[in-house]
């Protein structure tokens, strides 16, 4: 999977990127034989949020639009926290965060039963702890 953070996040609030991959391996069912494109679209966060902007929710809507495209797809939310504050505040801040995520995702009309999703807990980060502060939206493994 394609990683579009790094110095582009230098002094930057909220955003999202959206990165479409290489090719993966589709289900094994007759009308999936074709690969599907992998997504990732990751949505990032302020310090101790949950909030979604409306960038976010344009990402998401992207995501989910993607998800519709491709219904035989199981989608991975996994969020993640900044190594600030403790274990069990971080592992909580990061299933929030990738509860919100697949709240938007449902709303945006992909099926919930298609959804897998878990909170990491923090993460630390190699130039801005934006970076730990995010959720990724993949088509799972």
């Known amino acids: 999977m394609k990683r579009a953070f790094g110095r582009r996040l230098a002094g930057l609030g909220l955003m999202t990127v959206l990165t479409l991959g290489a090719a993966c391996a589709a289900p094994a069912d007759a009308a999936a034989q074709q690969s599907v494109p992998t997504q990732s679209v990751v949505v990032f966060f302020k310090e101790w949020s949950a909030a979604l902007d409306a960038h976010a929710k344009q990402a998401i809507a992207r995501a989910a639009s993607w998800a519709k495209a491709h219904p035989h797809v199981t989608i991975q939310v996994t969020g993640y926290a900044d190594p600030t504050g403790g274990r069990r505040a971080n592992i909580l801040m990061s299933e929030l965060r990738a509860q919100v995520v697949a709240d938007q995702l449902v709303a945006d009309g992909v099926a919930g039963d298609r959804l897998r ?23 799972a493994r």
């Open 117 to 139: 999703q878990n909170g990491e807990g923090a993460v630390k980060f190699a130039v801005s702890s934006l970076e730990s502060r995010r959720v990724e939206i993949s088509a």
